[in-house]
C-alpha cells in the first residue's frame, strides 16, 4: 500500500540554523499538509497546500517558515531560523482528489525536530 | 471555529475487554468528516476509522466502531476485544467537508492501557 515518506527521522540543529523537513507524498494524492506536535500536547495545523499554492496556514506558520514543492515528488517545509519553542513533531499528510477514501489525510511518520 | 475534546486523558482496559473512548466536539457546519487516528510510542499517525457526517450508519473497521451521535455532536470509538498493541494515543479529529478549509482539528487525545 503506498504511503508517506519523511526524512530525516530526526533532526537535531541549534537555534537560528535553517532546517528543511522532506516529504514525499502519496504518489497520486493532490493536497498536502504540515502538522506539528510538541511533546505530550496535540497535533496542531500548520498550512495545506494545493496546486502549487498555500490554501490554508495556521497562527503559527508565519514569516519563518515556508513550504514548497520543488519537483513532482517532494514537498518540503523550511523554517529559516529556528527557535528552542520549534522543537517537536512534524508531521507530513497527503490526501487524493478523486478515488476511493479522498476525505482521509494519510500521516507520514513524523520527523521529531530538536532546537538547542 | 469548530473545536473537538476528548475529556478521557487516560483509559486502561483488560486485554480481550472492551473500551469505549469519548469525543465531542463543536462545529455549525452540516457536512464534515470525523477520524480517529492511533499513536503508538513510534509516534506514527494511524488512520482507525472515519465517519462521514451525512451517513447514519455507524462505520466499523474490525473490533473498531464508533457511536455517532450527530444531534448530540458525539463521536465515541469502542475496541472491541482489547490487544496488546491497541495500547496507544488515541486522537479524535474532525474536517470539514470540502472547501479549501479541510485542515484536520484533533483533541487533546486519550492515552490508552492494555493489561495483560
Known amino acids: 500500500e503506498p504511503e508517506v515518506t519523511q526524512t530525516p527521522s530526526h533532526q537535531v540543529t541549534q537555534m537560528g540554523q535553517e532546517v528543511i523537513l522532506r516529504c514525499v507524498p502519496i504518489s497520486n494524492h493532490l493536497y498536502f499538509y504540515w502538522y506539528r506536535q510538541i511533546l505530550g500536547q496535540k497535533v496542531e495545523f500548520l498550512v495545506s497546500f494545493y496546486n502549487n499554492e498555500i490554501s490554508e496556514k495556521s497562527e503559527i506558520f508565519d514569516d519563518q517558515f515556508s513550504v514548497e514543492r520543488p519537483d513532482g515528488s517532494n514537498f518540503t517545509l523550511k523554517i529559516r531560523s529556528t527557535k528552542l519553542e520549534d522543537s517537536a513533531m512534524y508531521f507530513c499528510?497527503?490526501?487524493?482528489?478523486?478515488?476511493?477514501?479522498?476525505?482521509?489525510?494519510?500521516f507520514g511518520p513524523g520527523t521529531r525536530l530538536t532546537v538547542l | 471555529a469548530q473545536t473537538v475534546t476528548q475529556s478521557q486523558p487516560e483509559m486502561s482496559v483488560q486485554e480481550a475487554e472492551t473500551v469505549t473512548l469519548s469525543c465531542t466536539y463543536d462545529?455549525?457546519?452540516?457536512?464534515?468528516?470525523l477520524f480517529w487516528y492511533k499513536q503508538p510510542p513510534s509516534r506514527q499517525m494511524i488512520l482507525v476509522i472515519r465517519q462521514e457526517a451525512y451517513k447514519q450508519q455507524n462505520a466499523t473497521e474490525n473490533r473498531f466502531s464508533v457511536n455517532f451521535q450527530k444531534a448530540a455532536k458525539s463521536f465515541s470509538l469502542k475496541i472491541s476485544d482489547s490487544q496488546l498493541g491497541d495500547a496507544a494515543m488515541y486522537f479524535c479529529a474532525y474536517r470539514n467537508y470540502g472547501g479549501a478549509t479541510n485542515k484536520l482539528i484533533f483533541g487533546t487525545g486519550t492515552l490508552l492501557a492494555v493489561q495483560p
Open positions: 462545529t455549525s457546519e452540516s457536512d464534515y468528516y
Open positions: 499528510a497527503s490526501r487524493g482528489l478523486a478515488g476511493v477514501r479522498t476525505d482521509t489525510q494519510y
